[in-house]
């Protein structure tokens, strides 16, 4: 079958699947520990999809194109025995990049090197300041910050590199972060890359007086270490790239507020209840399990995915400004950032 476009002629090139919807952390902009409670019930196992499951659905999915996959949550390193499925998804031979996204905080130098000998090509971390009273404010457990420099440097040593280092930026909270993370990583061959706050989900309390346009931010850095803009390294490539001017390395800026890149968007999701979504901003998805689970064969599923995705139209960040109502959305903690 050929790779399937959607109504803007977008192909599928990228899948991202959670493993669980379960975090350790209770970040503010993904899932408030005022919402995500120890009332709040998170999915049995039963409704997860296994890894057989898992390993099944990508292999449908690189037969329709996709080439670079990534595991996400929740915190994907609560799933237990991850490297048994990276493993298994490692050689399928279609995937071109495999990698994972996590908050660190179990990423031992003993985990880091089991997933790089399974398989796993990189790895990017979440870090939104330096300062450890803020951060773990900001992670909601008070988890120290030192854990997840370590674990920075365990995936480093690991050789699950280049590690890229996701920031969210949010005004009046963070932003005070931003020159000292720039100095932190400079020159450390990890590569920095900062994210406007989005409004994904429902439960973050978003609004764009909290959003820092990229713009501003880039300004700020160039100011004290001049950079210039670097090429993609692929077609639809979300973060734009900048290199400091003296070669002390690279980092990236993803402004899906301010300057979205919708036309480009070339990525499907798949929550860990085995749901597919075609945005991060999706109010609703496809279910995948239900015919994982009744029998269906790799050619109906086939079939099922390319005509939800040919009946694509998300461009969600695009119409943002234009929309009288925001439509309620799937949380990010479903189905990963």
């Not at 930026?169 to 932003?175: A, E, L, S, T």
């Not at 020159?187 to 900062?194: A, E, M, P, V």
């Not at 119409?319 to 990963?336: D, F, H, V, W």
């Amino acid at each position: 079958m050929n790779s399937p476009t959607d109504t803007f002629q977008r192909l599928l090139r990228e899948l991202r699947i959670s493993v669980t919807d379960r975090c350790n952390f209770r970040c503010p902009y993904c899932m408030p520990k005022e919402l995500f409670g120890a009332e709040h019930h998170f999915l049995p196992r039963s409704s997860l999809l296994s890894f057989e499951e898992i390993h099944r659905i990508t292999t449908v999915f690189t037969s329709l194109g996709v080439r670079k996959l990534r595991l996400t949550g929740g915190e994907p390193l609560l799933r237990r025995d991850l490297h048994r499925l990276i493993a298994m998804l490692a050689e399928i031979p279609q995937i071109d990049d495999l990698s994972l996204t996590t908050n660190g905080a179990l990423l031992t130098r003993e985990v880091a090197e089991k997933l790089k000998a399974a398989g796993l090509k990189r790895i990017s971390i979440s870090l939104d300041t330096l300062d450890d009273k803020v951060f773990q404010s900001m992670n909601g457990v008070e988890f120290p910050l030192g854990q997840v420099l370590q674990s920075i440097d365990h995936a480093t040593a690991a050789g699950l590199a280049p590690v890229k280092v996701n920031m969210v930026v949010k005004r009046g909270v963070n932003d005070q972060a931003i020159l000292p993370m720039a100095r932190h990583f400079r020159d450390s061959g990890q590569i920095l890359r900062f994210i406007e706050y989005m409004d994904v989900g429902n439960s973050n309390g978003w609004c764009y007086d909290h959003v820092l346009p990229s713009v501003e931010l880039l300004q700020r850095i160039h100011q004290e270490f001049p950079i210039e803009a670097l090429p993609s390294n692929h077609p639809g490539e979300v973060a734009k790239r900048w290199r400091y001017v003296d070669g002390a390395g690279e980092i990236g800026v993803i402004t899906s507020v301010t300057e979205p890149f919708c036309e480009g968007c070339t990525r499907a999701r798949i929550s860990a209840a085995g749901t597919l979504h075609t945005c991060l901003f999706a109010s609703h998805g496809h279910d995948l399990r239900e015919p994982l689970r009744s029998d269906a064969s790799d050619e109906q599923l086939r079939q099922l995915i390319s005509g939800w995705w040919q009946q694509r139209e998300d461009r969600y960040s695009a119409l943002r400004t234009q929309q009288n109502t925001i439509p309620a959305k799937i949380e990010m903690s479903y189905i990963g950032g």
